[in-house]
């Protein structure tokens, strides 16, 4: 079936450095790709997402390109400042197969930016 | 206001004890999903449904059951609660749209049970 890894944190940076979490997946359809965010006590906020191969999703700095020849989806950002600090969770969801409109999370990566 | 909102926010029980979280949204959206969040588990699928009448089980559904009371609401029951199911409890919906579709999330149901 359909799976997402991506790297364990936690990530621990200091201001202004460069940030990437890895994440890969298997998927048997056309899968969409995501990238959640979570901040302390609060729900999952969409960050960024790309819906096929090549397409690069991008949001408040960060990047992500669809690289379907090597199954990834890795998460980057050129400057982290502390307010990134959060839990980021990279996600699937596989059109053209029954696990259509259910998503595949994974396990999340903590990340501290400290000044 | 909050687009999904759940509530209660958090909740303490004791085991062998019935447990109703609730999720409301104004966003128009059909389908809806339980979730459950463990410590270094990632997001686990407990039932979903794609519009009022249909409802499925995810990955994790034992223990739990569900109700779509209608488009806006899906209700989250734990039948008689043990100490496993303390953990942070999360209701989505998502927009599908043509080819995708996008998950939203609300705040979470922090659960404790004793």
């Known amino acids: 079936g359909d799976s997402v890894t991506q790297m364990e944190g936690p990530v621990t940076l200091s201001e202004e450095a460069f940030l990437t979490i890895n994440c890969t997946y298997t998927?048997?359809?056309?899968?969409?790709l995501f990238w959640y965010v979570q901040y302390p006590g609060e729900g999952l906020q969409l960050l960024l997402k790309?819906?096929?191969?090549?397409d690069k999703g991008s949001n408040k700095g960060f990047e992500a390109t669809y690289r379907k020849e090597t199954t990834s989806f890795h998460l980057e950002k050129g400057s982290v400042q502390v307010s990134d600090s959060a839990v980021y969770f990279c996600a699937l969801s596989d059109r053209g197969t029954d696990s259509w409109g259910k998503f595949q999370f994974g396990a999340g990566t903590q990340v501290v930016v400290t000044p | 206001d909050a687009d999904v909102t759940q509530t209660p926010r958090n909740r303490i029980t004791k085991t062998g004890k019935r447990i109703m979280l609730e999720c409301s949204q104004t966003k128009g959206h059909d389908r809806m999903y339980w979730y459950r969040q463990d410590p270094g588990l990632g997001l686990r699928l407990i039932y979903y449904?794609?519009?009022?009448?249909?409802?499925n089980k995810g990955e994790i559904s034992d223990g739990y059951s569900v109700s779509r009371q209608a488009q806006a609401k899906f209700s989250l029951s734990l039948e008689s609660a043990i100490p496993n199911q303390t953990a942070l409890y999360f209701c989505?919906?998502?927009?599908?749209?043509?080819?995708?579709?996008?998950?939203?999330f609300g705040p979470g149901t922090r659960l404790t049970v004793l």
């Open positions: 449904s794609f519009d009022v009448k249909d409802i």
């Open positions: 790309a819906t096929k191969a090549d």
């Open positions: 998927a048997t359809g056309y899968p969409s």
């Open positions: 989505a919906t998502s927009d599908f749209a043509g080819y995708t579709d996008t998950q939203y």
